[in-house]
């Protein structure tokens, strides 16, 4: 794997999914996300703009994601870690949260897990049959995003990563463990977010809101070609981290950068 790359954007992209990079409830399968150069924007779901004699799909109920729940990331440079930390807090809090900076003041890297990850999706050929059958409604939004105008996409939400939680660990290097003083966060966080050890562990600190939020999505993009409209895969990287309204930040110089994978439970 490269090194350059900014794990804020990209810390779920060796799985498959790009990352929503403020965890938010209401980032939906059949949502519409809107490409606009650098931006992407959350438009709204595709069945308010499209008309078709197909009955409109609906997601399955919530899955164990086997292949997330249980993994950890290697670990991220602090200052990395902590943003998408806060990222995550801000979500479950519904506002910006107070900066945990002194209580991992001693960690020089975090790592982190999210628990009871669910996945929520509809397939691909269920969303595709239903766009073949019918054809956009109009309006200056529609035209904007499905025109294929360029450096202006729209991409269609097929299935999403939900968690109420996520796993701390704070590390002075790769094989020491940093304690933390959990009453200490939970003062400073209030009663909106949960702070406890996880079970079985003196270091690991679990973050948990009172709602799913999604943190991950897979999408495709829909364009007109040659009169018919076609879908197309999307990358799974750093430029399609999702964040609305704004850009992603720009990488920083690889020297500052940590590469990260997930590393599976070994059963």
């Not at 939906?28 to 809107?34: L, R």
């Not at 200490?184 to 909106?192: E, R, S, V, Y």
Request: net charge negative.
């Amino acid at each position: 794997m490269g090194a350059c790359k900014d794990p804020r954007l990209t810390y779920l992209n060796d799985q498959g999914y790009n990352v929503v990079r403020l965890p938010r409830k209401g980032i939906v399968p059949f949502g519409v996300i809107g490409r606009d150069g650098n931006a992407r924007n959350w438009l709204g779901t595709i069945d308010q703009i499209w008309t078709s004699p197909v009955p409109v799909p609906k997601p399955g109920d919530p899955q164990p994601a086997a292949g997330i729940k249980g993994t950890k990331t290697s670990d991220l440079k602090i200052s990395f870690g902590l943003e998408i930390l806060a990222n995550a807090l801000s979500g479950m809090f519904g506002s910006t949260v107070p900066s945990l900076d002194a209580a991992y003041k001693d960690a020089k890297s975090v790592q982190f897990s999210f628990k009871e990850v669910q996945s929520v999706g509809i397939d691909p050929f269920v969303i595709g049959n239903f766009l073949a059958k019918g054809d956009l409604s109009g309006g200056p939004v529609v035209k904007r995003f499905f025109t294929g105008q360029q450096h202006v996409e729209a991409l269609i939400v097929t299935e999403v990563l939900q968690s109420k939680s996520i796993g701390v660990i704070g590390k002075k290097d790769s094989g020491t463990e940093v304690g933390v003083n959990v009453p200490q966060i939970q003062a400073t966080l209030g009663a909106k977010i949960n702070v406890s050890l996880a079970t079985g562990s003196q270091s690991e600190v679990v973050y948990e809101g009172q709602d799913f939020l999604v943190f991950g999505y897979k999408a495709f993009g829909i364009a007109m070609v040659n009169g018919e409209w076609t879908i197309h895969g999307i990358d799974v990287d750093a430029e399609n981290a999702f964040a609305i309204g704004s850009a992603p930040d720009p990488l920083v110089d690889s020297n500052q950068l940590v590469d990260i994978d997930f590393n599976p439970p070994k059963h």
